[in-house]
């Protein structure tokens, strides 16, 4: 039975339920209705049959319905004389739906489903995707579809870096010069994003660079963002005026309504250039201020500190990249959510000890940029407490295997600095395998098993999403590395 990632249990009968054109799809509750259509267009993409949707489930052969007796993340998929699929939350119910896509079987006119009583919840809590939107603007048509890919694979999170030196994606009506032409959204778009992903059970977590990656946000307003030599480094904003701390807070106050459902809100964090900075003015008045140490890092860390309280003001939790060091007198809140990725600036086994939650976001094998990308076996012989850098200067170059921990929380991929044509072929064979590494994290089912179930999940996906092309990199399966 190919089904990815693995169910935790599945236990298979021996006759099969025949579906025609006249089965039809029900649920007693009125919050799955949006599922329901959902399930309907795509079962029709992946077999040509269009089930009618039925207002009595008892008469249905397919029924969803919601479970209160469940936890949120556990469904269970029980198929007899008809198809029943129990929900602890409509997220977990927009899951069971892709393993009934993955599960079902064309036969003609009709579509076969094995008897089985299924129950299944994922081990990791956060399964991510990252999509770089500000160095190669993407379509919604892609964004679109690369959320069908995550939602197909059971991630629950997308999170989307809207801004970055090459340009700001997010529209602003209070600062209209930040958005770069022919290189933005509407926040109409955005608000369709928002329904289209939680219809399928997917989470948007918007991210705001800074104060590192900024040079959009100076091109556009060097008034407000820009250090006083910010010709000479227009890579930092002013993390010294208070014109800046109240230009975020409006900023964010404009983009974080929008995507209500996530509980996150990304406020970057990493890699800030700081060259100049303690030559203006600004900044030397606001240390003093302030009483902070006369050191350009302490003011980073305070920086930090203070967006953390207003992204709280809008009622999510920050996250941010590794970025600040271990040591320091400011002390970076235990509320914020790490993203470890280079293991350079702050170790993942002293973030844990020090009491950060953390999201495992390893260059190797988690990153996708170009032609830097790892292969499936890499991927899959990885686990969710291991950080490894291909980078020699990353004491990660020697992996750091970490022991399990509830604070590492899941794990996420990352896409850069690609173009929008490579991405969907680049993570359609890629981004399943983290995630049967992080649904499944006790057990580990042989590698070419899996890669058998993989091809036939993918060659359904192709269907779903109409597009069948595939990274030359991964045909035929040599598992080179690059």
Partial sequence: MAIVPSPKEMVLGEKVLILDANSGISSPDSELEPLLSLFQSELKAVS?????????????????QIDSTLDPDVYTISIQNK?????????????????LLQMAQLDGRTLLFPQINLTDRPDAEYRGLMIDLARNWHSMETIKKLIDLASYYKTNYVHLHFTDDQSYTLPSKKYPKLPTPGRHYSF????????YSQKRGITIIPELEMPGHVKSYIDAYPEIFGIKDYKENPYIVNMGKEEVYTAFAELISEIAPIFKASPYFHIGGDEARFTKVMNDPDAKKYIKKNKLPNDVHELYRHFLARMNEIVKKQGKQTCIWE??????EVKIPKDIIVFEFESLYHLPDALIEDGYTVVNTSWKPLYVVNEKKWEPNTIYNWNMWRFENWWTQSPAIEPIQLEETPLIIGAQMCTWEQVEGLEFKSLRKRLPVM???????????????????????????SMLVNDSKQDSLLIGHNHKEL
């Fill in 48 to 64: 040509g049959l269009n089930l009618p949707i039925q207002s009595d489930a008892e008469e249905a052969t397919l029924a969803f």
């Fill in 323 to 328: 970025g600040f060091s271990r040591e320091g």
């Fill in 83 to 99: 198809i029943v699929v129990k929900a602890g939350s409509y997220s977990s119910a927009a899951t069971a739906r892709t393993t």
């Fill in 188 to 195: 109409e778009e955005l608000e369709e994003l928002e329904t």
């Fill in 435 to 461: 995630n049967e590494r992080i649904w499944n994290t006790k057990s580990k089912r042989p590698y070419s098993k899996f890669m058998k179930h993989l091809d036939s999940t993918d060659a359904k996906l």
